[in-house]
């Protein structure tokens, strides 16, 4: 039988029992696929290879890529791998199976990963999760398990492939503009092993629903059986004052080394008040203990005219922040009006000049200023002319990349619906441009787990992708 040109895995893998009350038998190598796939897979995926035709397949599409999942499996769909349970002959027969179970049916619909030709490497982007509204945000659990915001107010848990809804969540949630539920992160206290869901979202004005403000919760993590939720939220901040807009939210959290949690805050499209004050909250970065309260060693704790949380100030939109895996630093991106879009290494206490300094201008084309440097302000890292719209930020470190990628950047483009990697020298000076994945649609954020794997939300589309190298 001919096989379909395009053969994919399932998402949605439920695993494969391994154990049963008696001890298998030796399967023989030459033994046919359906006898195999009686044994090892039917308890899950059902007899004669019913969720191989009745679901859309997503991780891989060619022969080898089957045998690849059957022998390395993907612990965060649930597939268990198979490597040391069959040998070549017997994963090359129940590849064979599938594959012409799924080819025996019209109902069969393929729905194929991507791949991407860069210039030094192929990548296959396999759709993780598909059917979402509009991600916002993504962190990993400690067990490795997937959480994922969407704007419009839910917040998803995948793990072992079946995606949950999790209980539990703000009720003041404002789903208007650019706000909604935005970020989140996951943490454990090393001091009592508890662990927490963060939050942000726009928050609203308790008193005049047409103000709201960016607010910061947390939970306690439950986990009882497979029922996942939040315990009561504590609310740790609100970068006051509330405004009319529904635009400039920032809202990206991140723990650094130093035990802190550092929250971007937009400047709520109040460019003129908010950025160059210290007495207001919007259009800055804070720092906090991780319960919410102020570290004494912030830059303007003591300062009486200035608010205590903030890190660093000057900023007009922060959607990207990561913490540097080898020297710490905080890293963050913001969106720059018509041009100006900057990557900057947070240093404490500094203003990174908007809007007195910057390389954009109004979207009406009109000049902000004519400056671009100022003593007493901070010159990006990095600046894109034109704006790329930058969402999501992270840096590739370690894990299954090759080294021609170590330290690379990725930042997100809403604008130009790409990813973008960005080689850096020593001097963290960019020296090498490269857009990946051009027209797969809004990418809002980008996030890297324990093993390294990259992981990218894109809105629009409603799916996330893991990026695989494959390696020559």
Not at 147 to 157: N, Q, Y
């Given at each position: 039988?001919?096989?379909?040109?395009?053969?994919?895995?399932?998402?949605?893998?439920?695993?494969?029992?391994?154990?049963?009350?008696?001890?298998?038998?030796?399967?023989d190598p030459s033994e046919k696929g359906e006898a195999l796939y009686a044994q090892w897979c039917q308890d899950c995926h059902g007899t004669s290879g019913r969720d191989f035709i009745e679901r859309s397949w997503k991780l891989g599409s060619r022969e080898e890529d089957i045998a690849r999942v059957i022998r390395e499996g993907h612990e965060l769909l649930g597939?268990?791998?198979?490597?040391?349970?069959?040998?070549?002959?017997?994963?090359?027969?129940?590849?064979?199976?599938?594959?012409?179970?799924?080819?025996?049916?019209?109902?069969?619909?393929?729905?194929?990963?991507?791949?991407?030709?860069?210039?030094?490497?192929?990548i296959r982007a396999d759709v993780i999760v598909d059917g979402l509204e509009t991600p916002w945000g993504m962190d990993f659990t400690s067990s490795g398990a997937l959480l994922i915001t969407e704007r419009e107010g839910r917040l998803w848990h995948l793990k072992n492939g079946v995606k949950q809804a999790i209980t539990g969540l703000p009720n003041d949630i404002?789903?208007?503009?650019?706000?909604?539920?935005?970020?989140?992160?996951?943490?454990?206290?090393?001091?009592?092993?508890?662990?927490?869901?963060?939050?942000?979202?726009?928050?609203?004005?308790?008193?005049?629903?047409?103000?709201?403000?960016?607010?910061?919760?947390?939970?306690?993590?439950?986990?009882?059986?497979?029922?996942?939720?939040?315990?009561?939220?504590?609310?740790?901040?609100?970068?006051?004052?509330?405004?009319?807009?529904?635009?400039?939210?920032?809202?990206?959290?991140?723990?650094?080394?130093?035990?802190?949690?550092?929250?971007?805050?937009?400047?709520?499209?109040?460019?003129?008040?908010?950025?160059?004050?210290?007495?207001?909250?919007?259009?800055?970065?804070?720092?906090?203990?991780?319960?919410?309260?102020?570290?004494?060693?912030?830059?303007?704790?003591?300062?009486?005219?200035?608010?205590?949380?903030?890190?660093?100030?000057?900023?007009?939109?922060?959607?990207?922040?990561?913490?540097?895996?080898?020297?710490?630093?905080?890293?963050?991106?913001?969106?720059?009006?018509?041009?100006?879009?900057?990557?900057?290494?947070?240093?404490?206490?500094?203003?990174?000049?908007?809007?007195?300094?910057?390389?954009?201008?109004?979207?009406?084309?009109?000049?902000?200023?004519?400056?671009?440097?100022?003593?007493?302000?901070?010159?990006?890292?990095?600046?894109?002319?034109?704006?790329?719209?930058?969402?999501?930020?992270?840096?590739?470190?370690?894990?299954?990349?090759?080294?021609?990628?170590?330290?690379?950047?990725?930042?997100?483009?809403?604008?130009?619906?790409?990813?973008?990697?960005?080689?850096?020298?020593?001097?963290?000076?960019?020296?090498?441009?490269?857009?990946?994945?051009?027209?797969?649609?809004?990418?809002?954020?980008?996030?890297?787990?324990?093993?390294?794997?990259?992981?990218?939300?894109?809105?629009?589309?409603?799916?996330?992708?893991?990026?695989?190298?494959?390696?020559?």
């Amino acid at each position: 039988m001919r096989y379909p040109v395009v053969l994919l895995i399932p998402a949605l893998v439920i695993g494969v029992s391994l154990y049963s009350t008696a001890t298998p038998q030796t399967v023989d190598p030459s033994e046919k696929g359906e006898a195999l796939y009686a044994q090892w897979c039917q308890d899950c995926h059902g007899t004669s290879g019913r969720d191989f035709i009745e679901r859309s397949w997503k991780l891989g599409s060619r022969e080898e890529d089957i045998a690849r999942v059957i022998r390395e499996g993907h612990e965060l769909l649930g597939m268990p791998a198979y490597n040391e349970t069959l040998n070549k002959a017997e994963v090359d027969s129940l590849t064979r199976y599938v594959l012409d179970r799924a080819a025996s049916e019209k109902r069969f619909q393929p729905a194929g990963p991507r791949f991407e030709s860069t210039s030094d490497l192929e990548i296959r982007a396999d759709v993780i999760v598909d059917g979402l509204e509009t991600p916002w945000g993504m962190d990993f659990t400690s067990s490795g398990a997937l959480l994922i915001t969407e704007r419009e107010g839910r917040l998803w848990h995948l793990k072992n492939g079946v995606k949950q809804a999790i209980t539990g969540l703000p009720n003041d949630i404002v789903v208007q503009g650019q706000g909604g539920l935005l970020d989140v992160a996951f943490w454990e206290d090393p001091a009592t092993d508890s662990s927490w869901v963060y939050l942000t979202y726009s928050r609203q004005h308790p008193e005049n629903k047409s103000f709201s403000a960016t607010g910061l919760v947390r939970g306690a993590w439950q986990e009882t059986g497979d029922t996942v939720s939040l315990g009561p939220l504590e609310t740790l901040f609100i970068a006051t004052p509330y405004e009319k807009t529904h635009h400039h939210y920032g809202s990206r959290i991140a723990f650094g080394q130093d035990g802190m949690l550092y929250l971007t805050c937009g400047e709520r499209g109040k460019r003129d008040i908010h950025p160059q004050t210290l007495t207001t909250r919007p259009g800055k970065v804070h720092r906090l203990h991780p319960d919410g309260t102020i570290p004494t060693d912030n830059p303007f704790a003591n300062q009486s005219d200035a608010e205590a949380s903030i890190w660093t100030w000057g900023h007009r939109n922060p959607q990207g922040l990561f913490v540097h895996p080898l020297t710490g630093e905080v890293w963050t991106h913001e969106h720059g009006p018509k041009g100006g879009d900057e990557i900057n290494i947070l240093k404490k206490g500094a203003n990174y000049g908007w809007p007195t300094i910057t390389f954009g201008r109004n979207y009406s084309g009109t000049i902000i200023t004519r400056d671009t440097a100022k003593t007493g302000l901070e010159q990006p890292l990095y600046y894109w002319l034109p704006s790329i719209g930058a969402c999501g930020l992270d840096m590739v470190h370690e894990g299954p990349w090759p080294d021609s990628w170590q330290g690379d950047l990725l930042a997100g483009s809403l604008s130009f619906e790409y990813l973008e990697r960005l080689s850096l020298n020593a001097d963290d000076e960019v020296i090498h441009r490269e857009r990946l994945l051009e027209d797969i649609g809004r990418v809002r954020d980008i996030a890297r787990n324990a093993s390294s794997d990259i992981f990218v939300a894109i809105e629009g589309a409603g799916v996330v992708y893991q990026l695989v190298p494959l390696q020559p």
